[in-house]
């Protein structure tokens, strides 16, 4: 039977723009360009679900030469007892043994707030560099200055291996890939193209479900609305891959893949039709409704370093922070 978490190649893909008065975008014609290429190249992607906190990793991987990415991993973390555990990484580093995959990357969309990257735990098995958005460093200043991070605490982005500019391009094998910078969730946000595929991060979720919150800092609900629908732009056929889902009522299963032409019928936030300024005002509307992440002090003091954990005091005891009255 057949794997239903390994996504299977998308069918003919359409290489016609949708939007005849767009303005010229050189970078999404590439991507789009690319799309159309790898259409006899697809890449194998294999998902992993972590429940507790609905995010999906990915390992995506060339068939032809079996070199690998790892696409948002989770570190596993009890916020009661201040443990972190391998319990989300464990499936996909058997993935990677069963497969023999050699791993050069580990990809972030951008810096969660809701879950610990593993990352680093990832390069200390399997090699590879860890990779983000070069706006990471607005990130990292803004969070540095919330947790009053030590002087050591580079905010230049030098603690990732890579740092990524819009339309920066790359390969895994032979699979090629471009990294579209996605801003509005927050500044650093980039989708991966690789191949046919589309890993859109903190965009848009499920069309049931509709899009990502905005109102994190550096979050803005109109530059978020440009960057969905940006990716809105390649082939009808493209298949999108989400970083979360949170099950919506009217689902019974998780879900994770779907394609832009289903997003441009049916995302309840951003569907065809749907224009800036009322998406704006929904955005915010429902953001004010939003609960702050139950991880998101641990997850951001951790992924500003790139996954790592803060420096051990000199007891030799990591602690992480909680600025109190501050979010
Ligand atoms: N309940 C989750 C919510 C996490 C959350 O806020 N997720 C962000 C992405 S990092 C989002 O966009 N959520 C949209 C929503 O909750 O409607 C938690 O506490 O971890
Ligand atoms: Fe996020």
Not at 15 to 35: E, F, I, M, N
Not at 167 to 193: K, M, N
Not at 274 to 286: L, Q, S, W, Y
Request: aromatic residues 8%; glycine residues 8%; charged residues 20%.
């Amino acid at each position: 039977m057949p794997d239903p978490t390994l996504a299977q190649p998308g069918a003919q893909i359409d290489a016609q723009p949708h939007s005849p008065g767009q303005v010229p975008d050189p970078v999404l014609d590439s991507a789009r360009a690319q799309v159309v290429a790898a259409q006899q190249g697809t890449p194998a992607i294999k998902a992993f679900f972590d429940m507790p906190t609905f995010t999906v990793t990915y390992v995506v991987h060339d068939p032809h030469t079996r070199r690998a990415a790892i696409i948002d991993s989770v570190l596993s973390y009890d916020p009661a007892s201040g443990r972190t555990s391998r319990e989300a990484v464990d499936p996909v580093l058997a993935h990677v043994a069963e497969l023999g995959l050699s791993v050069d990357w580990h990809l972030e969309t951008h810096a969660h707030a809701d879950h610990l990257s593993a990352a680093p735990l990832l390069q200390r098995e399997l090699g590879g560099q860890i990779a983000i958005g070069a706006h990471i460093c607005e990130v990292q200043k803004t969070f540095g200055t919330l947790f009053n991070a030590e002087p050591g605490f580079a905010r230049d982005g030098s603690d990732f291996d890579r740092l990524w500019a819009d339309g920066d391009s790359f390969r895994i094998g032979e699979l090629p890939v471009t990294v579209l910078h996605v801003p509005g969730h927050t500044p650093a946000c980039v989708a991966y193209v690789i191949g046919d595929a589309v890993f859109v991060g903190d965009t848009m979720f499920m069309p049931d479900y509709g899009t990502a919150r905005a109102d994190f800092p550096g979050g803005d609900a109109r530059t978020l609305f440009r960057s969905l629908r940006r990716i809105l732009e390649l082939p009808g056929e493209t298949r999108l891959f989400m970083c979360h889902d949170y099950l919506p009522e009217g689902r019974d299963h998780y879900a994770w893949e779907t394609t832009v032409a289903d997003q441009r019928r049916a995302n309840v936030h951003a569907h065809d039709g749907i224009d800036e300024d009322a998406f704006v005002a929904m955005r915010e509307g429902r953001d004010r409704t939003l609960a702050v992440p139950r991880l998101i002090l641990p997850s951001v003091q951790v992924n500003m370093r790139a996954g790592h954990l803060p420096p051990a005091e000199d007891n030799g005891v990591v602690y992480l922070k909680i600025p109190v009255n501050q979010l």
